[in-house]
């Protein structure tokens, strides 16, 4: 395919009108392709972005727990009632069906690759699943909920990251973690710590001595326990990317988180494009090119108006009209349909998301909704938002 027209961002603050050529899935700035086109001009051309930190099967649900709470052991033992409802509805829909709804809500948000944190199951890994799932992680819930802590991280290959909840809370119980995780041997370079918001000035030195990574989930941490990462965290050079969480913290996409970023810290608008693209791809050592648009890399592309923004000022208003995971279109703007030629599979089904906009999608979004309103009536929302078909 070629797309022609677009304004191609090469940076936070670099870009280039030229034409790409998706090939295999890669992107390639070279080729005499003819066939398959795409028009974009009029618009911007992004890379994909990366979602840190995700629940994927957990996106229907409502925020669950009422105020605040000390650490995350409080927050699970108040919510923790599955039999009960809302939890007993949205649990009796399929796990399958509320992973799909969880990939749905990153690639509504222009998110092209997702770290899911729990097992990657079979489904995840299908190439009609709506986003790339990182596969390469080792994890462990948390030093609470994982006996089998320094087991995990020590069976995970050196070459890959190790994600765990860390410091989550604000309690001395939450605070003591980076020190109990240095003393198991669990801070590196290649350990992403998840919240973190319990973390003092020695738990910050460490952090940095170690070289390991944070992962902000600001919706989230805010909901749950009040507060969220300090500026002295935030400016303190520890690779940090962006996460959504799941619904049952967050009712918010990574366009949402973005927003509430930007309104919670300091930090410029390169500072939240890098968090989205670049820094999370180093984080969770994603090697194919994803957070930018290179030569060779893969075919992670959203596309908005251009407006003659940076790329990173495009972040601030983000409602994605074209989104290609793996070079392939999975959502696309209806007022885009006329600009495809010679492209003979247009995605079939159509989707609307509350406050954003209606797009059309080969996820099959006509069964999905008919087996979610089933279980959890026609005005269920995903991450706080309703969808319709
Ligand atoms: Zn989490």
Request: overall charge negative; glycine content about 8%; hydrophobic content about 40%.
């Amino acid at each position: 395919m070629k797309i022609t027209g677009a304004r191609v961002a090469l940076g936070p603050h670099q870009s280039e009108r030229r034409e790409v050529y998706v090939r295999g899935g890669r992107v390639s700035f070279f080729g005499d392709e003819r066939g398959e086109s795409l028009d974009l001009s009029g618009l911007l051309l992004l890379p994909g972005l990366i979602n840190a930190h995700d629940h994927l099967e957990f996106n229907l649900f409502p925020k669950l727990g009422a105020g605040t709470y000390p650490n995350a052991k409080a927050w699970a033992s108040d919510i923790h009632r599955p039999l009960d409802s809302p939890l007993k509805e949205h649990l009796s829909l399929s796990k399958l069906t509320r992973l799909v709804w969880g990939g749905l809500k990153n690639l509504l948000s222009g998110v092209t690759t997702v770290a899911h944190h729990n097992p990657i199951e079979e489904p995840l890994l299908r190439a009609e699943f709506p986003v790339m799932v990182v596969r390469e992680f080792g994890w462990a819930h948390s030093l609470d909920f994982s006996p089998d802590l320094t087991e995990r991280f020590q069976t995970t290959p050196e070459n890959w990251p190790f994600l765990l909840h860390a410091g989550e809370g604000v309690d001395d119980h939450a605070y003591s973690e980076i020190a109990r995780l240095e003393s198991l041997g669990i801070l590196s370079e290649r350990t992403a710590l998840i919240h973190s918001i319990g973390l003092d000035h020695p738990g910050l030195a460490l952090v940095k001595a170690r070289r390991s990574s944070i992962v902000w989930c600001p919706s989230s941490n805010l909901a749950v326990y009040g507060r969220t990462l300090a500026a002295s965290v935030l400016k303190s050079g520890v690779n940090i990317a962006l996460g959504t969480d799941s619904a049952m913290t967050a009712q918010a996409d990574l366009i949402d988180e973005i927003g509430v970023a930007r309104g919670t810290s300091e930090l410029n608008s390169e500072e939240l494009y890098e968090m989205v693209t670049t820094r999370a791809a180093h984080l969770l050592r994603l090697r194919d090119g994803q957070g930018e648009i290179r030569e060779g890399g893969v075919a992670d592309l959203i596309a908005v108006p251009d407006r003659g923004q940076t790329p990173a000022d495009a972040l601030a208003e983000l409602t994605p009209e074209l989104v290609i995971v793996s070079g392939k279109v999975r959502l696309i703007a209806p007022q885009l349909l006329d600009r495809m030629s010679g492209i003979h599979c247009r995605p079939p089904h159509s989707i609307r998301l509350e406050g954003r906009g209606c797009w059309l999608t080969d996820v099959d979004l006509p069964s999905l909704h008919a087996e979610t309103a089933l279980a959890l009536g026609a005005e269920f929302r995903l991450a706080g938002k309703r969808v319709w078909q």
